[in-house]
Structures are given as structure tokens and as C-alpha cells.
């Protein structure tokens, strides 16, 4: 299993970027699916979480701002980012909560390689 995070880049700040991450493999359902982040010198934090059944939720400080979905049909996830500050600015990773097999007794945590969010002031 394989996850594939892009669209990441050089934004001024009040633009938007779109990341997808996109789930390859063998796989039988995917749970949840969320975004993390790690700016340089913080530790990893959570920024959105997008569960089987569509309900969400957003870290406080992205609320209203950034969005998050997901298109089952072909196993990808989007973060819509809107009005991006400059500390906003991190590595964002994408994380999938998946089950290989049916019958599967537990769930398995994967991730993306990460994408680069770069906003300038």
C-alpha cells in the first residue's frame, strides 16, 4: 500500500492550494484519512480527519480556511486550503487508517511521503 501526496508549492499569503493524496494497492476499505503537518523545529500535528461515512473535522487554527474530502470511488483525498498564512508554512503528510483484506482483525496505519507548503508574507 502506497500513499501518494501532491500539490504542495510556493504560495503568497491569502492563496490557496489543493493536496491529494492518493491510496494504491490491494485494499479492502479505507477508514479514516487525515492530514498532519510538521513545520521545521514542531512536532507532527493533526490538521484534518475525514472518516469512512464523510463526517470531518479541522484543527482550530485551519477552521473555516481549509477543507477537507474525499472521493472513494478512487481511494484519494483532497485538503482545499484557502487564505493560507505564512504559518501555515510545513510539510504536510497524508495518513490512511486501512483494512487489506475482509475479515481483517485490525486496521493498518499508513503514510504519504509528504508534500512542502512554502507561504511567503
Known amino acids: 500500500v502506497q500513499l501518494q501526496a501532491s500539490g504542495g508549492g510556493l504560495v503568497q499569503a491569502g492563496g490557496s492550494l489543493r493536496l491529494s493524496c492518493a491510496v494504491s494497492?490491494?485494499?479492502?476499505?479505507?477508514?479514516?484519512m487525515n492530514w498532519y503537518r510538521q513545520a521545521p523545529g514542531k512536532q507532527r500535528e493533526l490538521v484534518a480527519v475525514?472518516?469512512?461515512?464523510?463526517?470531518?473535522i479541522a484543527a482550530e487554527s485551519v477552521k473555516g480556511r481549509f477543507t477537507i474530502s474525499r472521493e472513494d470511488a478512487q481511494n484519494t483525498m483532497y485538503l482545499q486550503m484557502n487564505s493560507l498564512k505564512p504559518e501555515d508554512t510545513a510539510v504536510y503528510y497524508c495518513?490512511?487508517?486501512?483494512?487489506?483484506?475482509?475479515?481483517?482483525?485490525?486496521?493498518?496505519?499508513?503514510w504519504g511521503q509528504g508534500t512542502q507548503v512554502t507561504v511567503s508574507s
Open positions: 475525514i472518516a469512512a461515512g464523510g463526517s470531518a
Open positions: 495518513n490512511a487508517v486501512v483494512m487489506l483484506r475482509d475479515g481483517d482483525t485490525h486496521w493498518r496505519n499508513y
Open positions: 494497492g490491494t485494499i479492502f476499505r479505507i477508514n479514516s
